[in-house]
């Protein structure tokens, strides 16, 4: 099975992509409310818009392990459901539904039609469904289209029929989409090439007169039959078709874009075409034509339009004239408005735009109006002949700030996420993940922290340093707290919550003691523990007051509605309950505990009991006791916990569990903090009160406060130690503990008053802060700081808390460039910020530049903008060792590069030196022969991969002084990595190339290579012999030198025995062995070893282009590779994957899996109904909550 | 003689099911061509590959992605001039 690799790793993905590939709208609830899901990746992700907040809330995600690659919605005539389609590549079509109250998808067809794999022939690259939901088609890129009728049966189910075939052999698919014909029989329209009599024509005129055709498919529903019921050539150059609505709605046909022209197009109906408008000014070529890149349909009250996205992110309104007779007599278009460069638009029925973003955030925005009566010029068909073949004066519009729209929320994209680096800067306990993200000039530098978001509602400053506060209700049926009491170490303070907070002083409580502990007693009554005794304070404000016993004083006290318990200086404990008339009665005997009682815990009364019946008593001498508070045992231990450190704060309560005995209930808890800032969870047995499950975990060095909250309707906790954390249920149901984004906090208790139903109230210093946690889904926090351009690579430097970033974006105008234009005409010249109307492009022309980012002070340092048509491609901090070990930035850069064929006129190597504050001022550079695409320090000097060639630089007064030169790749260097005198080449086709630098003969000698072509975009060396890497088609591996290679590389230092060896196979003399090999779907920008928790155990941290970041921890036992191999072959069967993909194909797409294990399909065990669990557990010969537990271990060790 | 026909029959049907299969006389254009519609088509149908080429090229997935089904039409240029 593990194929005899002895390494193994687990696969986790701590945050998932943020690409969209596609978004579609409909009721998948089954209610009125409009949802939108999105294909990320491998996942499904339902998303619900909040109309009125402005917010897109995630509901729920689902790694289906396959690519999604198209999806649609459809609707069964008269349902009011809508039903999601997938098309993936598991060569089988899905039909799901949403489930509202299990809050899952839930599959209700699985039909295959061939081989699984993204394959030119095997349909799921597009899809369309008929308006009315009677049948949908599915088609390949090439040849196959497949059309299933869809229907309900007697018992209302949907029934999906046999696929019906519309094969065509040499047939090309641009677009495809469904037509709207009302009730008639259900049409398709697919733009189509025919390439067959191209293919054999050696003139090559067939393939010049090669037509497009727009072809209709008819579904003829009495006969189940397809039939091309129309062909008709087109613009050549069309690329996109949408629905025109039919029936009672509309024409019916459909909008055909091509380059620079829209067409009306229907059969039978004249067609009719406009241009689509180019942007006016100096920096725009006015000869650039633009084309339709996507855009969406909408119908309301009988009327609708259309808004289209051309390339530049320009929306166009287009709408229709028509009537009966001649069909559209008019398509008029005017500019709308921009937004960033959508895979898919969305218009909700609220009056909201969702822009899926092709990279960076995605977009909510509000229509303000839908441009109707505005000033923008409109063009209409009528001046332009349908004819393709005619010319025509091109149309122009002046972009300008938006007018319709405005944006109200911004859901943050690391897609693409380009590199990537683990370092601590900010000196937490935990590091920081820096990454660079974006295109164009929505790029970012971002910054992701581990912790959940917080939102202040209040931050006032005290008169003195409280130690403690509480709030509390008056009576048991309020709904908010009324009372805030604050301890000081010589008084209490209350304070009164309403419209404003201000102290009060009528109210019972005693206010020249500190306070151990506040409660709302029994029906009315209010309680307060003070260190000389209990006051009990009953709603008329009579006061009964229990005094401590002479020479002793109360240290400790726990309480709960119907219970106080409290702990005297002399490790004496007195329990009170509340009898039936409202009265505290003291239970006779006092418990005598062995050392000095640090603090004790209740718990609240279960609901429809009369009291808890435990009672947690931490000592001094590092235990936890259980007592039992049952009337016929009272007081009488239970259990005993030893703990590593005295405890310092214990809280019961029940939270619920996924791994409980019946489903959705919940277990006793008993969370226990230590003063060494340990914190404990152990599960609380309520028969027999033993204590089993701990689960630890350090939090930080100060000792831990516990308080109990409510998050999100959920119980949480509130663990106080150097920082805050929250320990809640997340929406796998697993147990998460997560820091807070919010100051250190010395004490913390719940807060809920009318703005604030679910706050929470802390004391930090002298300040009383009040905070709610509003979102439990985003454990990583991003920070963002604006780039000029698509990052191309970014490096740290060594010393000091900086990034160097280069960026660069092709086929566009430089600053320099674009500011000669402005000058020459600047009376046309408008100036819209970058960010939203993005770059003025131009073929053959790049902008590029150097950044100096400081992420801590949240800004660009320094600007250092490219000339002269180069741009970076690389980056590196050397110190060279000729210059008494100075530190220099090299940056490789090309000149008038293109990349599609590969090719420049020259590169050079800039050299900047470093200023004292971490800015970079020029040096000099040197011209190669090619761009270098990888650079690094090399034992003092410079190592560059120029093309196939490696070179070793040294720094000059005028220029860098080549010292050394081989040839050791077979296309393009694009990697390097050292140790020692060793060199990891990554080649962009052909994997990675081992070779070793011998001073002695000034030599570098490649040694070891690899027999799988690997398109490798990143490394890292993980020991001297082992490399993980990953490649352009998304696979991670790792690879190993032979030992006997190894040493031998290094034994000689001349390398004259290593130059001699004989070439093996026509590479190097020795390959490199595979240990462990997973598709990860998403491409591996980045590779490296980092720790991510405090006190966690080190692990391969990953970074996807679509936003992922991901893990790969090593095991430590082979105990534990068993188990999760075991459990993740039990995972594949019980929960197969929801779009059809078999996983452990899935997971070998490329080459088999090997010796990895993956964690992401382990997790979703929490997920499975109960008697699955069972079944699994059983398999494992462990209980559930052991197995749930081992899963959660293997995160936590590492990760969040 | 039955087997052979019926080897032949089963080829043809694969080589109709499936575009590209090859054959005793299946031209090195032909090979060609197929394996860089494949390869196309992989681009197509993959989107993180063909997020990463748009990135790299800066243009939208879109734009390349009709042109990538343009360059199937013919990938490697005309055929060559058959000879009898």
Avoid at chain 1, 260 to 288: F, K, Q, W
Avoid at chain 1, 706 to 715: K, L, M, T
Avoid at chain 1, 958 to 963: A, F, G, P, T
Avoid at chain 1, 1094 to 1118: C, H, K
Wanted: proline share 5%; aromatic share 8%; hydrophobic share 35%.
């Amino acid at each position: 099975m593990s194929g005899g690799s002895n390494m193994f790793l687990y696969s986790l993905s701590i945050q998932q992509p943020s690409s969209i590939t596609q978004a579609i709208l409909g009721a998948f609830s089954g209610k009125k409310q409009q949802e939108i899901v999105v294909a990320q990746g491998s996942r499904l992700s339902l998303l619900r818009p909040d109309a009125t907040q402005g917010k897109v809330h995630e509901v729920l995600t689902h790694d289906v392990f396959g690519i999604i690659r198209t999806l649609a919605a459809f609707r069964l005539a008269g349902s009011s459901k809508d039903y999601i389609i997938v098309g993936s590549d598991s060569g089988r079509i899905t039909i799901l539904e949403y489930q509202p109250q299990a809050n899952k998808f839930n599959r209700l067809h699985l039909e295959t039609f061939g081989k699984s794999g993204v394959r030119r022939v095997i349909p799921g690259q597009y899809l369309a469904c008929d308006p009315k939901g009677r049948a949908c088609l599915i088609a390949s890129v090439e040849k196959n289209k497949l059309v299933y009728v869809l229907n309900r049966n007697a018992q209302a189910e949907l029934t999906i029929s046999s696929a019906l075939e519309a094969h065509k052999p040499h047939c090309l698919v641009f677009a495809l989409t469904a037509l709207d014909v009302g009730y008639e029989n259900p049409v398709f329209a697919a733009l189509e090439v025919d390439y067959n009599e191209s293919d054999q024509d050696p003139t090559g005129q067939a393939y010049q007169e090669i037509e497009k055709m727009l072809v209709y498919y008819e579904l003829d529903l009495g006969l189940n039959h397809v039939v091309r019921k129309w062909a008709d050539p087109v613009d050549r150059s069309a690329n996109m078709l949408f629905q025109v609505p039919g029936g009672a709605d509309g024409p019916s046909g459909v909008l055909v874009c091509a380059e620079d022209c829209i067409y009306y197009r229907h059969v039978g109906r004249l067609a009719s075409r406009v241009p689509i408008p180019r942007r006016r000014g100096p920096t725009e070529d006015p000869n650039r034509k633009r084309t339709i890149v996507s855009g969406v349909m909408h119908k309301m009250r009988g009327a609708f339009f259309f808004l289209l996205q051309s390339e530049d992110g320009d929306l166009f309104k287009v709408t229709l004239d028509y009537n009966d007779d001649v069909g559209v007599s008019r398509i008029r278009i005017k500019y709308f408005d921009t937004v960033p460069v959508a895979s898919s638009l969305l218009i909700l029925k609220s009056g909201f735009l969702f822009v899926a973003s092709e990279t960076g955030n995605h977009n909510f925005y509000q229509f303000e109006k839908l441009g109707d009566d505005d000033d923008e010029t409109e063009f209409n068909s009528e001046d332009f002949s349908a004819d393709p073949s005619d010319s025509y004066q091109p149309i122009y519009f002046q972009p300008r700030a938006p007018e319709n729209l405005s944006l109200v929320e911004s859901m943050p994209s690391m897609n693409p996420l380009i590199d990537c680096k683990v370092a601590n800067l900010t000196d937490e306990d935990a590091p920081q993940i820096y990454t660079i993200c974006g295109s164009g000039a929505r790029s970012t530098f971002r910054i992701l922290k581990h912790g959940l978001e917080t939102t202040e509602i209040v931050s006032s400053e005290l008169p003195g340093v409280p130690s403690a506060v509480w709030t509390t209700k008056l009576t048991n049926g309020d709904e908010y707290d009324a009372y805030i009491v604050l301890s000081f170490t010589n008084g209490t303070l209350v304070l009164s919550i309403g419209e404003t907070v201000e102290e009060v002083t009528d109210t019972g409580f005693l206010s020249s003691a500190t306070t151990l502990a506040v409660q709302q007693l029994g029906e009315d009554a209010l309680l307060q523990v003070h260190p000389k005794g209990i006051r009990h304070i009953r709603s008329d404000r009579r006061v009964n007051e229990w005094p401590a016993p002479q020479h002793r004083s109360i240290v400790a006290a726990t309480t709960n509605s119907r219970q106080v318990v409290v702990a005297l200086s002399s490790g004496e404990i007195v329990y009170f309950e509340m009898d039936s008339d409202g009265q505290l009665a003291e239970y006779e005997e006092k418990k005598e505990m062995t050392g000095t009682v640090t603090c004790l815990s209740l718990g609240e009364v279960p609901e429809g009991r009369l009291r808890s019946s435990f009672l947690a008593v931490g000592c001094d001498d590092s235990t936890v006791r259980i007592l039992s508070l049952d009337p016929d045992s009272t007081l009488e231990s239970k259990s005993v916990q030893a703990l590593t450190s005295a405890p310092s704060a214990l809280c019961i309560m029940s939270m619920p569990d996924s791994a409980s005995e019946s489903s959705n209930s919940s277990t006793l808890y008993l969370h226990i903090g230590l003063y060494s800032g340990v914190y404990l969870r152990t599960v609380l047995d309520t028969v027999t009160g033993e204590l089993t499950d701990t689960r630890t975990r350090f939090l930080g060095p100060k000792p831990v406060k516990i308080s109990p909250v409510i998050v999100q309707g959920q119980p949480a906790v509130l663990a106080l130690s150097s920082r805050p954390w929250l320990g809640y249920n997340d929406n796998r149901g697993q147990y998460m503990l997560t820091p807070l984004t919010y100051p250190a906090l010395e004490w913390g208790w719940t807060f809920s008053s009318e703005q604030c139903p679910e706050g929470m109230v802390g004391i930090q210093g002298q300040n009383l802060r009040i905070f709610a946690v509003e979102k439990l889904t985003d454990n990583l926090q991003q920070e963002t700081i604006p780039l000029s351009y698509t990052p191309r690579k970014m490096i740290k430097h060594p010393e000091q808390p900086l990034f160097y970033v280069i960026e660069g974006d092709c086929n566009t105008l430089s600053m320099a460039t674009k500011e000669g234009l402005i000058e020459k005409d600047p009376a046309n010249h408008r100036d819209l910020p970058a960010e939203d109307f993005g770059y003025s492009r131009a073929d053959g022309h790049w902008a590029s530049c150097i950044s100096v980012i400081d992420p801590l002070g949240k800004e660009v340092l320094q600007k250092i903008e490219l000339t002269e048509n180069e741009a970076a491609f690389s980056i590196a901090i050397v110190s060279f060792s000729s210059q008494d070990d100075q530190l220099f930035l090299c940056v490789g850069t090309g000149k008038n590069v293109t990349i599609v064929p590969r090719s420049s006129t020259c590169g050079y190597i800039h050299i900047y030196r470093f200023l004292p504050n971490g800015t970079i001022e020029f040096v000099h550079k040197t011209k190669v022969d090619s761009p270098p695409m990888a650079l690094l320090a090399f034992q003092g000097r410079l190592l560059a991969g120029t093309g196939t060639t490696l070179r070793i630089f040294d720094l000059g007064l005028r220029q860098l002084l080549r010292k050394s030169q081989a040839e050791v790749a077979a296309n393009l260097i694009v990697g390097l990595q050292t140790q020692g005198s060793r060199i990891i080449i990554s080649d962009i086709q052909e994997s990675i190339t081992y070779a070793v630098f011998k001073h002695a003969d000034n030599k570098i000698i490649p040694f070891g290579d690899d027999m799988v072509p690997r398109w490798t975009t990143a490394t890292t060396m993980l020991d001297y012999e082992t490399t993980a890497g990953g490649d352009k088609f998304g696979n991670f591996w790792i690879l190993r030198c032979p030992k006997k290679a190894s040493e031998e590389s290094d034994e000689d230092p001349a390398g004259g025995h290593l130059l001699h060896e004989r070439s093996y196979l026509q590479g190097t003399p020795n390959r490199l062995e595979l240990m462990a090999h997973f598709f990860t779907q998403d491409i591996p920008t980045s590779v490296q070893r980092a720790q991510l928790v405090a006190g966690g155990r080190e692990a391969i941290v990953w970074s996807g282009f679509q936003g992922t970041i991901g893990l790969m921890v090593p095991f430590v036992s082979r105990e534990d590779v068993d188990f999760f191999q075991t459990l993740e072959q039990q995972m594949r069967t019980e929960d197969a994957p929801l779009a059809g993909r078999d996983h452990l194909i899935y997971r070998g797409y490329y080459v088999p899996v090997k010796g990895v294990v993956d964690g992401d399909l382990c997790e979703r065990f929490s997920l499975l109904p109960r008697d699955r669990k069972q079944m699994i557990a059983g398999e494992l010969d462990r209980s559930v909550r052991d197995v749930e537990r081992k899963i959660a271990d293997m995160r936590s060790r590492v990760a969040y | 003689m039955a087997d052979k026909l019926r080897a032949t029959q089963q080829l043809e049907q694969l080589q109709a099911r499936y575009v590209g299969t090859g054959h005793a006389d299946t031209t090195k254009y032909e090979w060609i061509s197929n394996l860089h519609r494949d390869t196309l088509a992989s681009y197509i149908g993959h989107p993180q590959m063909l997020e990463y080429m748009a990135v790299g090229t800066g243009e939208p997935m879109a734009k390349l992605r009709t042109k990538f089904v343009e360059r199937m039409i013919q990938p490697v240029g005309k055929p060559p001039e058959k000879e009898d």
